[in-house]
Structures are given as C-alpha cells and as structure tokens.
C-alpha cells in the first residue's frame, strides 16, 4: 500500500533551519505531484509549498524566498528545505501526494511537528 513518511521536523530557535523529508513508497513517486502543507490545532490545513510531476515549485505567499520545495525521484523522496524561520511557522507538516487520471489518487503522510521558539 502507499505509505508517505515524513521525518526531520523538531525544536529550532526563530531564524534557524530544519529539513523535512518525506519518503513515498508503493506509489510511481516520479507521476505524482507532491506537496507539503501544515496545520496547527483550530486552523485549517495550509499550502505550503507544491511541486508538480514535471518539476513546477508553487509556494504560499508566507513562505516564499525561506522556503525550498524538491523532489528526488530516484529515491522517491520529497524535500522541504525551511530557512529563517519564524515562530509562526510552527505546526504539524504533511506530506501529500495526487495523481489524477480517470480518478484522483491524493495520499498523506501522518505529520511531523515542527516548533519554532522566539
């Protein structure tokens, strides 16, 4: 079955850097856009940021110039690359991956908590 597994979220100090990986399994990863997006308890989740199976970045207004979206097909992984980071950009992270065809395939990591301390 499609398993996506997102890891490198923790504790970092406002103005620092994290990683966050999501490695795809049981899915074509290169046919897939893919895409992070973060909630935080009492809000909806958000966008991120989005990359498309052909390699087109999409970033939320909030992040755009911090953050970096990538995609490793080879290894069937996502990357997000977080810099400066700010308190409000504390949240639970996933992972999200669609494909549409004649149905419309959309599978999410279980999250990884990201804190940001002023």
């Known amino acids: 079955q499609v398993q996506l597994v997102e890891s490198g979220g923790g504790l970092v100090q406002a103005g620092g850097s994290l990683r966050l990986s999501c490695a795809a399994s049981?899915?074509?990863?290169?046919?897939?856009?893919m895409g992070w997006y973060r909630q935080v308890p009492g809000k909806q989740r958000e966008l991120v940021a989005t990359?498309?199976?052909?390699?087109?970045?999409n970033y939320a207004a909030s992040v755009k110039g911090r953050f970096t979206i990538s995609r490793d097909n080879a290894k069937s992984t996502l990357y997000l690359q977080m810099n400066s980071l700010k308190p409000e950009d504390t949240a639970v992270y996933y992972c999200?991956?669609?494909?549409?065809?004649?149905?419309?395939?959309?599978?999410w990591g279980q999250g990884t908590q990201v804190t940001v301390s002023s």
């Open positions: 049981g899915l074509t990863f290169s046919s897939y856009d």
């Open positions: 990359v498309t199976s052909g390699g087109s970045t």
């Open positions: 999200n991956a669609n494909y549409v065809t004649h149905r419309f395939y959309d599978y």
